[in-house]
């Protein structure tokens, strides 16, 4: 028999602090598996972020970067642009990057800058036990929207994709999902297409990822995954928000 | 070699691109534009990269990814700019990555005013960001000490794995003086085997400043603390000028200590004993220094642009030996030597202002 | 002859379930053993039907899992 499925090479032996469930380490893996599948180990430097994915410095087995919260774009930029031949990326959740590190999101992305953006929305605030994320939904209920994100208070839940997609500067803009295996695989291919406009310098590359939090969603993993399929994806279509190699036929 | 003349901020632009640096993020405020423009206009030119960041947090976070590349690397900024810096500085410290930072210090509190002050003495020697973290700190006096301490500063950062900030202000900033500038640095040879550069035949590499183990968390604060013990003993650099037989001496940095020696030579004319002892490293600041100069006949006159910042280090330095007399301007207005001086006669008649604190 | 082997790294399982879930021929269940984290991790119940599909190991969010299968079929 041949081994089909196995730990990838960029991802160090060390079990994840992560929740039972929680699919950040499934999204782990997809990274791990892109970078395995073009090659680039030894090349890539990624920059962690604040919240659940604070330790993926310990999970990569490549050279990392922990940033400030919100600041992985900048701190991803200042790499890059001093050392272009290598490939970076962040991995952010919607705490980090849809709140706090907006302006550097934006920003990046307006300049097109050539890094890898891996973006995890579980629209919650995991980290710190639940609170109300910039990307809660409407009416979801959270340690600090006790009876549900109201829009009278709260407003309305950011969709990064289609905000970013009015830039010119992104190359590629992904929102996919990990509630199952088909989706799973999908948001693999994103992922590893996001790399790879960053390797043919095309620019600004993000995806989204759709996650749960099943501990602080108060249901089972499973559970989540339905939820999420249920709850998240109306408010957060599926699908490719920008690519500019789409006519090229990629 | 010939002397160029030329404004501070620029002086201090040129000699970070000889020193070696590579990478410039900025952000513009005043009095510090020159040194973005000066970088924009000729690192890239000279083999380097500038950028404009969104912010000065933004700024501070690429300085960030940059150092931790090994590359010599700098933002600067002025007063309420850098306290937007500091969350990203207490993390450089913490990471120990090698950085220059300058402030180009305008009066505040506040959006303030774009004169020229000297309130963020305690942000930078004292701390600033959260943590316990120290940064070296230069104060340069002079366009060629603009020019000077910038070298200093890239090997001090190199040295030292530590941010190190040069304490400037709108005067130092703006004004024009001939300089002689080093050569320019041929490429860096210092190793940097800590650095995040892609991990190529070795073990991958982590910056983090995260660390949850307390006992872990308190060996590495130990460990740092014990850097700076070591700053402390070797790092220390001051000037004194007519020390010896001073039975008054003046205590200023930057564009104060530049009033005070005019204040010293105008008092000097008068037939009084005045010297001046002038801080050119805040941290580590030169107690020991100051120390061996205290006793019962020796009094001392802090000038500073603020409330009173550096005079608690001068009151701590003396050790209750001598009497410490201060004297100030504010809101971007600066002390002439007159005002110093007669503050000097009056201290003289045995009045004087006295331990005047805020 | 099965097809396919799930290898299981119990000691990484977190018993979060979702490779029941997904699994078309229920391969697998969760043990009566305890890890050392305190959890029940994941057994293979009827390792002749495995067919190393691949789907448990791709829900995996904790690398539990590593598979070998006769013919690749994953693309």
Redesign the interface.
Same mark, same amino acid.
């Given at each position: +028999?041949? /081994? &089909?499925?196995?730990?990838p090479r960029a +991802?160090t032996k060390r079990?994840?602090h992560? $929740?039972?469930?929680? /699919? !950040?380490? *499934?999204i782990h @893996?997809l990274v791990g598996e892109a970078i395995d599948s073009l090659g680039i180990?030894?090349? /890539? *430097?990624g &920059?962690?972020s604040v919240g659940c994915s =604070?330790?993926a410095?310990d999970y990569?087995? $490549?050279? +990392?970067?922990?940033?400030?919260h919100g600041?992985a774009p900048? &701190?991803?930029?200042?790499?890059?642009? &001093?050392?272009p031949q @290598?490939t970076v990326f962040t991995y952010q959740g919607d705490g980090d990057l849809a709140s706090i590190g907006m302006?550097?999101i =934006? !920003?990046a992305a307006a300049r097109g800058e050539n890094i890898t953006v891996i973006f995890v929305n579980n629209a919650i605030y995991g980290m710190t036990s639940g609170q109300m994320a910039p990307t809660s939904l409407i009416g979801q209920k959270t340690t600090t929207s006790p009876r549900g994100r109201s829009v009278k208070d709260a407003g309305y839940p950011i969709k990064i994709c289609e905000l970013l997609a009015t830039l010119e500067g992104p190359s590629y803009l992904a929102r996919v999902s990990s509630h199952?295996?088909r989706h *799973?695989?999908q948001a693999g291919r994103a992922i590893k297409k996001a790399f790879r406009m960053q390797k043919e310098k095309r620019g600004f590359a993000l995806v989204e990822v759709l996650s749960t939090c099943s501990v602080n969603w108060g249901l /089972?993993? @499973?559970g989540a +995954?339905e939820w999420l399929a249920e709850n998240m994806i109306p408010t957060y279509p599926l699908g490719v928000y920008k690519d500019v190699t789409a006519k090229e036929g990629d | 070699m010939t002397k160029t003349l030329i404004r501070g901020n620029e002086a201090l632009a040129e000699a970070a691109i000889r020193a070696g640096c590579k990478a410039f993020f900025g952000y513009p405020i005043t009095p510090q534009n020159e040194i973005p423009d000066y970088m924009a206009y000729h690192l890239p030119l000279r083999g380097g990269v500038y950028l404009q960041a969104e912010s000065e947090v933004s700024a501070i976070n690429m300085v960030y990814g940059a150092a931790g590349t090994g590359t010599r690397v700098m933002t600067s900024s002025s007063s309420p700019g850098i306290s937007l810096k500091q969350e990203g500085i207490s993390y450089l410290a913490a990471g120990e990555l090698p950085c220059v930072i300058v402030n180009v210090m305008r009066c505040g509190p506040g959006l303030g005013g774009i004169h020229p002050g000297q309130g963020d003495y305690f942000q930078a020697v004292k701390g600033g960001g959260h943590g316990d973290y120290r940064l070296l700190v230069l104060a340069p006096g002079s366009v060629q000490e603009m020019a000077d301490l910038t070298t200093l500063a890239f090997d001090l950062a190199d040295k030292w794995r530590n941010p190190v900030l040069i304490l400037s202000d709108g005067i130092l900033g703006q004004m024009m003086e001939p300089v002689e500038f080093s050569p320019e640095e041929g490429p860096l040879a210092m190793d940097k085997p800590w650095a995040t550069t892609g991990a190529v035949n070795r073990k991958p590499n982590v910056i983090n400043t995260l660390d949850i183990v307390p006992e872990s968390l308190e060996k590495k604060n130990y460990a740092l603390l014990a850097k700076y013990e070591r700053i402390k003993r070797e790092e220390i650099r001051w000037e004194e000028k007519k020390i010896s037989d001073a039975d008054l001496i003046l205590v200023a940095y930057g564009t104060s200590a530049r009033v005070a020696r005019s204040a010293m030579d105008l008092a000097r004319g008068k037939g009084l004993k005045v010297g001046l002892f002038r801080p050119i490293s805040l941290f580590p600041f030169p107690y020991p220094q100051l120390k061996r100069l205290a006793c019962r006949k020796r009094q001392f006159l802090v000038i500073e642009m603020s409330g009173g910042q550096m005079l608690e280090d001068v009151r701590l330095a003396v050790e209750g030996r001598s009497k410490v007399h201060f004297t100030n301007r504010l809101g971007g207005m600066v002390p002439t030597p007159q005002d110093v001086l007669e503050t000097i006669l009056k201290i003289r008649e045995g009045g004087g202002p006295g331990e005047n604190s805020f | 002859m099965p097809k396919g082997q799930v290898i299981i790294d119990s000691e990484r399982c977190k018993e979060c379930s979702l490779c029941l879930t997904v699994c078309p021929h229920d391969v697998l269940r969760i043990s009566k053993t305890i890890n050392a984290n305190g959890y029940h991790p994941v057994e293979a119940a009827l390792p002749e039907n495995c067919t190393g599909c691949t789907l448990c190991a791709v829900i995996c969010p904790d690398l539990v899992l590593t598979i070998k299968r006769l013919v690749p079929e994953r693309t």
């Open positions: +028999m041949r /081994t &089909v499925f196995k730990k +991802m079990p994840m992560y $929740c039972p469930g929680c /699919t !950040h380490g *499934i @893996r180990l030894e090349e /890539t *430097i &920059v962690a =604070v330790f410095y990569f087995n $490549c050279d +990392m970067q922990q940033a400030a600041r900048a &701190v991803a930029t200042g790499i890059k642009r &001093v050392l @290598r302006a550097e =934006v !920003h199952d295996p *799973i695989l /089972t993993p @499973r +995954m | - | -």
